[in-house]
């Protein structure tokens, strides 16, 4: 398959990635068949992690590995979940994306990399405390169509 | 938010690959975002705070004071 970022993007993605901090591992799952678009978002991951050197992407097979998509809390394919990595043991934040991330998609997927590898969030004090203070899961779903 | 607590996961979820799916919650304009299996819905982009309160209804919760 050829590369699906041009050279331009890419420089302008590693210029944003200059700034990130922590390491950051991609913890993908696809699926060998019926799966129209799980090809083009392993390879979209696996461009966009060759441009810093906090980026790592770990390939999964949703079937083989079933018991690690369902710690995680993946249903479909091609998904994954940003985790951050520290000494050696990953964090999953529950960021999850459910499709290839392409038009607008991309340009979260690179913010939600930068703010994982961050570790902070960016939202106000008040919407820390209210989340710091749940006591019950809140599962969001955004649905987006690719645009 | 999900980043903020383990308690919260955020799924961005592609319509047409995961069609079954938003039919469920008959999505039709996006972004529309489903809170717990669909005890709140948003449609279109919000303030932050906007979702917080929406988030507080779906769990039972009374809303923040008028004006924040």
Excluded: W
Excluded at chain 1, 51 to 58: G, N, Q, T
Excluded at chain 1, 74 to 95: C, M, N, Q, R, W
Excluded at chain 1, 119 to 140: I, N, Y
């Amino acid at each position: 398959m050829p590369e699906l970022l041009n050279d331009e993007i890419k420089n302008q993605i590693r210029e944003v990635f200059n700034g990130l901090d922590k390491p950051v591992q991609v913890e993908y799952f696809g699926k060998e068949n019926d799966c129209d678009y799980c090809a083009e978002t392993q390879q979209l991951l696996e461009e966009v992690a060759a441009l810093s050197d906090r980026l790592e992407v770990s390939v999964h097979d949703i079937d083989v590995d079933a018991a690690l998509a369902a710690q995680y809390g993946i249903e479909g394919a091609p998904s994954f979940t940003l985790t951050g990595k520290e000494d050696g043991h990953l964090v999953d934040y529950g960021v999850h994306y459910l499709g290839i991330p392409s038009g607008h998609e991309f340009t979260s997927l690179i913010n939600d990399l930068i703010m994982v590898s961050s570790r902070k969030s960016g939202l106000s004090d008040a919407t820390r405390e209210f989340l710091k203070s749940l006591k019950d899961p809140v599962h969001l779903q955004v649905f987006i169509t690719p645009t | 938010m999900a980043m903020e607590s383990p308690l919260v996961q955020a799924d961005m979820v592609e319509s047409y690959e995961f069609q079954e799916l938003a039919e469920r919650y008959g999505v039709g304009g996006v972004p529309h975002t489903v809170i717990n299996d669909g005890l709140g819905n948003v449609v279109g982009a919000v303030p932050e705070g906007y979702l917080v309160d929406e988030i507080r209804q779906a769990l039972g919760q009374p809303a923040a004071t008028p004006g924040d």
